[in-house]
């Protein structure tokens, strides 16, 4: 990453926001209007514009924001058309399916050089199976539309690319897509910078002055014409004078946001590449991922470095070619697979662009193409380390596919490795949805986050399974960036809702030796909780000195809830309790009890303040109770000399 | 390269079971070492048996030609001059690549480490190994003419 020197005029505003918060926030202050037909996993981004309209807020420049949710996408995309062409600033939130209904609708409106903006939480595409997950099917799927398809690797660049794509939009003439993985960045919280407000108004200015209005009776025009022989190819290639002008308009644009935000940004970012034998290419998330694995192997004495795509369209070839001419070997890693072409996307746009180096007589890299996380399958730090390997071994000659993830005749096997910051702390939540815990992942890690003042990360395992079924959450907590985007194979902490979570899955996975469980348990006696537990999972927690801690949060709840709809958020409240007595924070901080208690009051004044002191106070009280009450059940155990828990394990 | 070597692996020239110094250990031992072996470089690893880096004569060489560590030389140990991390392959990274990185980062030696374990030392791969399997004729043509390197 590149640092700036000077101190930046706009370092933009703390926030613990997922990707979908971070893109709604930018938009809400530059569009006037969202049409709109929300699809998994975009929807919350939709969610958060519509609550600005219902709220009758404006945008920068004081316009009302408007909401049309039209019969389909498809209309959507008409829709925005529409508004595009009498002069609006115009967003629409999609992904997978509904983008691709929208495709007929993009020719157009490329064609007819409207500068709209519209954000794809990337989707998998409905294959032999439907999957609302993320994948690059859909981006990929309109990628040849005419549009420019900035892709972001985490919830910071999504708010980040939000204003540039506005901004060379409309300094092109051409409409733009901003992309981030489903789910994984959308539904994912992390400490980001949100762009103030005066660096919008500065960056990317009042849409009056930027965007013409097509529709103006005084000068009229004809639209949506039909033409022949005569002029339709002319009129076709006639549109690469503005195409010709997005790489510049886009590489400055990215140049002046990193001067005014001291966010470093480009068309193509490499990482660690300058004498890298090995390089790893990908777009979103799992560029992200390989930042952390290139640390990794670094430190090992590997020359190793990764590329993140941020502009996929307009394709940056000659730049890539620059920074992979010179490797052994280049893997490009992507969420989607075309196995009837000759290669993936990314992979022919990477082998298309060193073409024209090697037909100047220098070597070139030999490249392999991988599929990775379909659908969000895991791809994990281990995944992309045995990408390395691979591409360290390979000899000259014909490369096969390859893919991670999976167990199948062209899969790398993954290479068990942590590489999350050093004295990073991690839990692993086990409960059933609609128990509330995403809210209260999202509750524990702003509060962390805030309070410790550390780096969080938090990601909710999201199924199409809703209610009623076991799901599980992660939360990472640390003091650098945390680029890893991946289930955890290593935890510190693990909360179950009930000890019945021991028959649906295993909770001790990957929890460190020494490390904590809480079990949700309307029982009291330690030794009652304790035998509740499945024997051999009673032994494993022995011999792997596990502590095992309890509590009764249901009731907590019940007792404290001011009324019965509000008893499963509060049961997820007093979880917050649980995590300031069972985590390291508050000691490491130095804060005492009532200092902490404190402290944690005034984020929930700030939180609930405008539901009233009473909200606070209620929520206070369940947090107090679940800090002091909480059960240490092997502690309990251990001094009142329970046999199995003074053997040898102890 | 000839179309042997291109397809030879580091494991087919490469050196098992290397002298290695503790990273604790005075220069004066490392020098020691490096006499008695007749070697020129030494994989320096920590009490657990861990690669922690690389000591070589140039090291060596260079102390004693700097002022200010000849005079503190008595209190130096290899952890003080070594170079951090060694520059690793494995035994199946192709000769190429293990003589392009030499070339490009401008050392003499490589420390092999294994598939399974990349902080354990499994062997050392050193220019002259290389030099020596060139003229020992690993990189002869059919026709038993030497190739020269062109890579």
Not at chain 1, 215 to 236: C, H, I, W
Not at chain 1, 400 to 427: F, K, Q, T
Not at chain 2, 1 to 13: E, F, K, N, P, R
């Amino acid at each position: 990453m590149q640092t700036v020197p000077q101190p930046s005029r706009y370092p933009g505003l703390h926030a613990i926001v997922d990707g979908s918060e971070a893109i709604a926030h930018v938009e809400t202050r530059l569009s006037e209007i969202a049409c709109v037909y929300p699809i998994t996993p975009s929807t919350t981004m939709a969610a958060i514009f519509q609550a600005a309209v219902a709220e009758g807020q404006s945008n920068l420049w004081g316009t009302p924001l408007g909401f049309i949710e039209p019969e389909s996408e498809h209309s959507s995309a008409s829709a925005a058309e529409g508004a595009a062409l009498a002069g609006s600033r115009v967003t629409n939130f999609t992904a997978g399916q509904g983008l691709v209904l929208m495709k007929e609708v993009l020719y157009v409106i490329a064609g007819k050089r409207l500068p709209v903006v519209f954000h794809v939480g990337a989707r998998a595409l409905t294959s032999q199976s439907l999957n609302i997950h993320a994948g690059h099917d859909d981006l990929m799927a309109v990628a040849d539309t005419g549009w420019g398809m900035l892709l972001a690797r985490n919830a910071q660049e999504a708010a980040d690319l939000t204003a540039i794509a506005r901004r060379v939009a409309e300094a092109s003439e051409t409409p733009f897509f901003v992309a981030q993985d489903g789910f994984l960045t959308t539904h994912t919280l992390e400490n980001v910078r949100l762009p103030e407000d005066e660096l919008l108004r500065e960056f990317v200015g009042d849409p009056r002055l930027h965007i013409r209005n097509l529709f103006d009776p005084a000068e009229a025009l004809m639209t949506g014409t039909v033409q022949n022989q005569d002029s339709y190819m002319k009129g076709r290639i006639g549109q690469r004078a503005y195409t010709e002008r997005i790489p510049g308009l886009l590489a400055g644009a990215m140049m002046e946001w990193t001067a005014l935000t001291g966010r470093a940004i480009a068309p193509v970012q490499p990482y660690r590449c300058e004498d890298a034998e090995t390089i790893l290419v990908a777009m979103g998330t799992i560029a992200d991922t390989a930042i952390s694995v290139v640390d990794h192997l670094r430190a090992r004495g590997r020359a190793a470095g990764c590329v993140a795509v941020t502009s996929f369209r307009p394709f940056p070839a000659a730049e890539l070619a620059e920074i992979l001419g010179r490797a052994w070997a280049v893997a490009v890693v992507e969420r989607t697979d075309e196995p009837t072409a000759a290669h993936n996307p990314l992979t022919r746009e990477v082998r298309s662009a060193l073409y024209d180096n090697a037909i100047d007589g220098h070597a070139v890299p030999r490249v392999l193409s991988v599929s990775a996380g379909l659908g969000s399958r895991d791809v994990a730090a281990g995944d992309l380390v045995a990408i390395f390997d691979e591409i360290t071994r390979l000899h000259p000659g014909p490369l096969s596919h390859r893919v991670v993830g999976i167990r199948h005749p062209l899969a790398i096997e993954r290479v068990p490795v942590d590489v999350r910051p050093l004295g990073a702390w991690s839990l692993r939540g086990h409960s059933i949805g609609g128990f509330g815990s995403v809210t209260t992942n999202k509750l524990v890690a702003t509060l962390a986050g805030e309070l410790f003042d550390k780096v969080v990360q938090a990601y909710p395992r999201y199924g199409s399974e809703k209610k009623g079924l076991p799901t599980t959450y992660y939360l990472t907590i640390a003091d650098e960036p945390i680029r890893l985007h991946a289930e955890l194979d290593t935890v510190d902490f693990v909360p179950v809702h009930a000890v019945s979570a021991f028959g649906t899955g295993d909770p001790l996975a990957g929890l460190v030796d020494g490390g904590t469980l809480f079990i949700q348990s309307p029982l009291t006696d330690p030794e009652a909780i304790w035998m509740s537990i499945p024997a051999a999972t009673r032994a494993e927690i022995l011999a792997r000195r596990i502590r095992v801690t309890a509590l009764d949060t249901a009731g907590l709840a019940r007792a404290h809830a001011p009324r019965q709809d509000l008893e499963v958020r509060m049961q997820g409240v007093a979880l917050v309790g649980v995590f300031l007595r069972v985590s390291p924070f508050a000691e490491r901080a130095g804060l005492a009890r009532n200092e902490l208690l404190e402290a944690v009051r005034e984020r929930l004044a700030r939180f609930y303040g405008k539901r009233g002191g009473a909200v606070v106070e209620a929520n206070l009280a369940v947090i107090t109770a679940a800090y002091d009450g909480l059960l240490d059940v092997t502690g309990a155990l251990e001094a009142t000399s329970v046999p199995e828990l003074t053997g040898a394990a102890r | 390269m000839s179309t042997q070597t291109i397809h030879a692996i580091v494991g087919d020239l490469m050196a098992f079971e290397p002298v290695v110094v503790q990273a604790n250990a005075t220069l004066d031992e490392a020098a020691s070492l490096l006499d008695l072996h007749g070697i020129s470089g030494l994989p320096v690893v920590d009490r657990s048996g861990t690669l922690v880096g690389v000591l070589s004569q140039t090291d060596l060489l260079r102390a004693r030609s700097t002022e200010y560590l000849w005079t503190n030389w008595p209190g130096l140990a290899v952890r003080h001059l070594m170079t951090s991390p060694a520059i690793t392959v494995t035994r199946s990274t192709p000769l190429p690549l293990a003589a392009r990185t030499m070339e490009r980062r401008h050392i003499h030696r490589l420390v092999v480490v294994s598939d399974d374990d990349e902080t354990v030392p499994i062997g050392i791969l050193s220019v002259t190994d290389i030099v020596h399997a060139i003229a020992m004729g690993v990189g002869r043509d059919r026709d038993g003419r030497a190739e020269a390197e062109d890579d």
